[in-house]
């Protein structure tokens, strides 16, 4: 079984600094990594996803995210962040052998202040 | 093109009804699975459904059951509603079953209320 976790709840940051989102996670076998992002009252969107070959992935509205395999984790990163990314950041991982079935993690809350 | 659309979009229940939620993939999509999120938490797989069979089911009672239709449309039921059951029910869609690396799409979801 797989697990994802996101060691910040909440991570608040002023307009046009950088900010990193974290993700560790947890399975035996290879898994796909994903990047969702939640407005309010609204369903989740995909930022990013990573299947294999470079670690460096690159998503929209200017964020990315590096695999690294040794750490098990699976940050995301954005240079300059605006008001308008304040939102919930879901970490997911999916086995290739589980079809749809993602494993989410608990969420974190990013607030840009202005 | 529309997106994954899902029916009610909020909905208050009493415990111990039923309640019957709908969602229409993305055209062209034929697999179809359903999560459940908890306020405060992320979302946590229910079933997956792919060309009208179950492909996937989660950690979840039997009280939850779907089923897709021919159209690929789905539903989720949920019999005898507990108030644990309040949260906002995700359907999402994706083009194939397998490899799991192919994108799905969530809809807006439906908010239900057990009182």
């Known amino acids: 079984a797989q697990s994802v976790t996101q060691l910040d709840s909440q991570v608040p940051v002023f307009e046009e600094a950088p900010v990193e989102l974290r993700c560790n996670y947890s399975?035996?076998?290879?898994?796909?990594l994903f990047w969702y992002v939640q407005y309010p009252n609204q369903g989740l969107q995909l930022l990013l996803k990573?299947?294999?070959?470079?670690?460096l992935v690159k998503g929209i509205n200017g964020f990315e995210a590096e695999f690294n395999k040794s750490q098990t984790s699976f940050h995301l990163r954005k240079p300059s962040v605006h008001i308008s990314d304040t939102a919930e950041y879901f970490c997911?991982?999916?086995?290739?052998?589980?079809?749809?079935?993602?494993?989410f993690g608990p969420g974190t809350r990013l607030s840009v202040l202005p | 093109d529309a997106g994954v659309t899902q029916s009610p979009t909020h909905l208050i229940k009493t415990r111990g009804q039923h309640v019957t939620l709908r969602c229409s993939p993305i055209?062209?999509?034929?697999?179809v699975s359903w999560y459940q999120q908890v306020l405060g938490q992320g979302p946590q797989f229910i079933f997956q459904?792919?060309?009208?069979?179950?492909?996937g089911r989660g950690n979840f009672p039997d009280r939850f059951s779907a089923r897709q239709f021919p159209n690929y449309s789905s539903e989720l039921n949920v019999n005898a509603l507990l108030l644990g059951d309040s949260a906002l029910y995700l359907c999402?869609?994706?083009?194939?079953?397998?490899?799991?690396?192919?994108?799905?799409?969530f809809g807006e979801g439906s908010w239900l209320t057990v009182v």
């Open positions: 999402a869609s994706s083009l194939v079953d397998l490899p799991s690396g192919n994108t799905i799409y």
């Open positions: 399975s035996s076998v290879s898994v796909y």
């Open positions: 990573y299947l294999s070959g470079s670690t």
């Open positions: 997911a991982v999916s086995a290739a052998a589980d079809g749809q079935n993602f494993v």
């Open positions: 055209s062209g999509h034929k697999s």
């Open positions: 459904y792919y060309e009208k069979e179950e492909r």
